[in-house]
């Protein structure tokens, strides 16, 4: 049985889970005996303590034994066949991955975020120049790793289509207003929902929509009239987000990094049968199918048709819901795509693939 040994910043980030995490199960019954190292304690783990000098040198405390943990998972990886890494291994430049590679050079190299962009340039290019084999999460970032290896393989951000419950609609006419939701990380909202704030709150005022926000902690917008409902993120609750929103948002600015996005919440979105609205950046051209599973806009007449569309047509909504969700299921599931990943493992440990 071959060995996988996975590295991840935490057992709960985003990428940690829907790069690897969650195809821990379907590599077991392909017959991979998966490790799986995150970061301990993990990447964004902050000090208990309130005392603010006490608070400091538990957190240098913390992280120095991350270090030390990941120091023991390098020195454990040589045992391995295939080793995957998730961005990096506890950042702050190349001392573990250097280290890694002498251990074990059979890594492959995963990314789903545009993190060569600024000081962080020369260890992605270090790391894909000498990965067995380097994943991209989109093409964006794929252009970015062929620059420096020839042995690249897209492999998309996917969700795992079995564990959501899809959206019902019979009953919808009958219910109260329709709500509008977005869904991500606290640390997005500035630079993908802020800037969409008053077109959103003049859209709000003629189509008389509820505004839904899921993030990790309690948003603190900037002044706005925007009126909004927050719910709290859980992984329980991910795979609900059918209960909170009808329509899910995936606003983006045309710059570098937000090209390299992923679209995890559109996959959200679709799995749970909810139509979208999504600005045309990166990858979110590739899945939205514009008028079939949502609409892809630009300037704000264009999202204001598209959600003035979705708002008064209740049948709409279904159809556009019922299409994501079976676009979701065939070409952005980890049935879809779990194969693709195993291939690629079993050809850097050796095994033909």
């Avoid at 071959?2 to 590295?7: F, K």
Wanted: glycine letters at 8%; hydrophobic letters at 40%; one cysteine or more.
């Amino acid at each position: 049985m071959s060995r996988i040994l996975g590295m991840t910043q935490s057992a709960f980030d985003p990428a940690s889970r829907v790069r690897f995490i969650q195809f821990i199960p379907g590599l077991r019954k392909e017959g991979w005996d998966v490790v799986h190292r995150p970061n301990e304690p993990d990447r964004q783990w902050l000090s208990p303590l309130r005392p603010r000098l006490l608070r400091a040198a538990h957190y240098r405390a913390g992280r120095a034994v991350m270090k030390v943990n990941r120091w023991m998972d390098v020195r454990g990886a040589r045992d391995a066949d295939v080793v995957f890494v998730n961005r990096d291994l506890a950042g702050g430049g190349l001392f573990f991955e250097r280290r890694l590679f002498r251990q074990n050079p059979r890594v492959v190299f995963d990314f789903d975020d545009a993190i060569f962009i600024g000081r962080n340039e020369y260890a992605v290019r270090w790391m894909c120049e000498h990965a067995g084999w380097v994943t991209p999460g989109n093409s964006y970032l794929a252009e970015f790793a062929r620059k420096y290896s020839s042995r690249v393989s897209i492999i998309p951000t996917v969700v795992d289509t079995d564990r959501y419950v899809v959206r019902r609609t019979d009953g919808e006419e009958r219910r109260g207003s329709v709500r509008i939701g977005w869904s991500g990380s606290d640390r997005s909202l500035p630079s993908s929902l802020y800037p969409f704030l008053d077109m959103l709150a003049r859209l709000q005022r003629s189509l008389h929509f509820e505004f839904v926000i899921i993030t990790n902690s309690p948003p603190r917008l900037p002044s706005t009239d925007l009126r909004f409902t927050f719910h709290p993120w859980s992984v329980e609750d991910e795979y609900r987000i059918e209960s909170t929103m009808d329509v899910g948002l995936m606003p983006l600015v045309d710059e570098e990094f937000q090209r390299g996005k992923c679209g995890l919440k559109l996959l959200q979105y679709m799995a749970a049968g909810i139509p979208t609205v999504a600005s045309p950046v990166g990858v979110n051209r590739d899945i939205v199918v514009h008028g079939k599973t949502g609409y892809l806009a630009t300037t704000p007449g264009e999202w204001e048709d598209a959600l003035s569309e979705l708002v008064r047509s209740a049948s709409l909504r279904a159809a556009m819901g019922a299409a994501g969700r079976s676009v979701c299921e065939e070409q952005w599931s980890i049935r879809r795509w779990l194969p693709e990943l195993s291939d690629i493992l079993h050809r850097v440990a050796g095994n033909g693939g």
